[in-house]
């Protein structure tokens, strides 16, 4: 049974940086795609940025370069390090994993941005 668990998330102070991770277990198959999502209360859940098998990144626009996505193939884990954080950028951010036809969501990890 796949397993997407995060972790890293917490407190940063604005302009601070964070790095979270994501792992995908039981996974026979490669992944096709691996990504980060946010959600605050309110709201829908929205791409932070996500990567390719293959290397290819999208990124939210909200972003705008502050935020890097890294993967490990062989583990099946990818990295999100984000700089320069705003107390906008607070909120619960989701892994997602995409394998062969299925979708994997991890339960989430707190990131709260303030003074």
Do not use: H
Not at 12 to 17: K, L, T, V
């Amino acid at each position: 049974q796949v397993q997407v668990v995060e972790s890293g998330g917490g407190l940063a102070r604005p302009g601070g940086s964070l790095t979270l991770s994501c792992a995908a277990s039981g996974v026979v198959f490669r992944f096709n795609q691996m990504g980060w999502y946010r959600q605050t209360p309110g709201k829908q859940r929205e791409l932070v940025a996500s990567i390719s098998y293959g290397g290819s990144a999208n990124y939210g626009d909200f972003v705008k370069g502050r935020f890097t996505i890294s993967k490990d193939n062989a583990e099946n884990t990818v990295n999100l390090q984000m700089n320069s954080l705003e107390p906008e950028d607070t909120a619960v951010y989701y892994c997602k994993a995409d394998i062969l036809m299925s979708t994997y969501w991890g339960e989430g990890t707190q990131v709260t941005v303030s003074s």
